[in-house]
């Protein structure tokens, strides 16, 4: 579903802008149909289905596009493809490993995906905020509002500088369309998924696979360091001894094998 700015105006992200913009209908064409649910032993249902295609030109640049959907009554939502796939496409469908997410986690996760493809880009703030919570409250507990957990979760060391740095304006956006009726555009709602997504995964998906990474891998063994005895007797000839006494004593230390402690 998209949203209709006027009459045969739609906003869609153009592949040739890289953003939202004003796209104008030119052509549709419909078919539609029903099939048979059940068998003819059972009470007999019936399922309907429908294929919509348009083509739009963007306003700005006059590039066009073919937009498919498909719709099917035993379906939650209809399924829709354009032609060319829209820039960014592949990042606003829900990853692989949302089903591996916690209960409560993987469904919200869902309900920020179906309101980026509607563009509700308002609802994906506030789904993008109230994820992170349900990530800080399944790591640390709910211990107070969002300035606390990321000071606990800093202190325990589950959050970096930078990741700080990145997770404090994505839950502004979320802050603002909340309270002050900021209404995100396409980009930052992109910005702040890629933020959050990239968090679910770490917490929830790659600290499992630590036990796959390590398994089978050597233990490091260490070497010991040759003794100073020999380190000082290294250049044995002469010229070797003259070219000791000219370089620094830092660069003497650097070329004996004496650096290399492990392997
Ligand atoms: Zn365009």
């Given at each position: 579903m998209v949203k209709e700015k006027e009459p045969g105006v739609e906003v869609i992200r153009c592949h040739h802008c890289k953003t939202d913009t004003d796209h104008r209908l030119l052509h549709t064409e419909e078919k539609e149909g029903k099939y048979s649910l059940g068998s003819d032993y059972e009470m007999q249902q019936s399922g309907s289905w429908s294929i919509e295609w348009k083509s739009?030109?963007?306003?700005?640049?006059?590039?066009?596009?073919?937009?498919?959907?498909?719709?099917?009554?035993?379906?939650?939502?209809?399924?829709?493809?354009?032609?060319?796939?829209?820039?960014?496409?592949?990042?606003?469908?829900?990853?692989?490993?949302?089903?591996?997410?916690?209960?409560?986690?993987?469904?919200?996760?869902?309900?920020?995906?179906?309101?980026?493809?509607?563009?509700?880009?308002?609802?994906?703030?506030?789904?993008?905020?109230?994820?992170?919570?349900?990530?800080?409250?399944?790591?640390?507990?709910?211990?107070?509002?969002?300035?606390?957990?990321?000071?606990?979760?800093?202190?325990?060391?589950?959050?970096?500088?930078?990741?700080k740095e990145v997770l404090e304006p994505t839950l502004e956006l979320g802050h603002a369309a909340i309270h002050r009726g900021h209404a995100p555009t396409g980009n930052q709602v992109d910005a702040a998924l890629a933020v959050v997504m990239s968090m679910l995964e770490l917490f929830f998906v790659q600290k499992k696979a630590v036990t796959t990474i390590v398994k089978g891998i050597q233990p490091r063994v260490k070497v010991a360091k040759p003794s100073k005895s020999r380190q000082s007797a290294a250049p044995k000839t002469a010229k070797a001894l003259k070219a000791k006494k000219k370089q620094p004593a830092t660069q003497t230390s650097l070329a004996t094998p004496a650096n290399h402690g492990t392997i």
């Open positions: 739009f030109m963007c306003v700005g640049c006059h590039e066009l596009c073919i937009r498919k959907t498909v719709d099917d009554s035993e379906a939650e939502y209809p399924n829709e493809e354009y032609y060319p796939p829209r820039p960014g496409a592949e990042a606003r469908t829900p990853p692989k490993w949302i089903h591996t997410l916690p209960d409560n986690i993987d469904l919200l996760v869902e309900e920020v995906f179906t309101a980026l493809q509607n563009r509700s880009y308002r609802l994906v703030a506030m789904g993008l905020r109230a994820l992170m919570d349900a990530l800080m409250n399944a790591t640390i507990g709910d211990c107070g509002g969002f300035e606390e957990k990321i000071r606990e979760m800093i202190d325990e060391g589950l959050l970096s500088k930078v990741q």
